[in-house]
């Protein structure tokens, strides 16, 4: 399933780990490890935040996906299943099924 995920850093350890350098070390590991579809890179409420869109095949992966921005930094994690216009145009179907239904 297609999940995007939305780490936002808090401030201190951002600053933290860009003074020692290891922010990016530990976020290209991150990258490296979950294989998204694309990343994004912008400010939200004042904190350095990453969009990420990923395969997620089972639930037994929802730990290696959040624990890593966790433990290296501290953040903030939000995650959703999402759909690209792709998925969405093959859930025409049963949208109009369910509109049928309940409308």
């Known amino acids: 399933m297609r ?5 936002s850093i808090p401030t201190e350890a ?3 780990g ?3 350098g290891s922010m990016m070390e530990k976020m290209g590991s991150i990258l490296e490890d979950a294989k998204p579809e694309a990343v994004y890179f912008f400010i939200e409420n004042g904190k350095r935040t990453c969009l990420m869109i990923f395969d997620m095949n089972e639930q037994t992966q929802l730990p290696a996906a959040v624990e890593p921005w966790f433990l290296s930094m501290g953040a903030d ?9 792709e998925d969405f145009e093959k859930a025409g179907p049963s949208i109009g099924a369910t509109l049928e239904k309940y409308s």
């Open 18 to 20: 860009i003074r020692d």
């Open 77 to 85: 994690i939000t995650m959703a299943p999402v759909m690209n216009g």
């Open 3 to 7: 999940m995007l995920l939305k780490a």
């Open 14 to 16: 951002g600053n933290a």
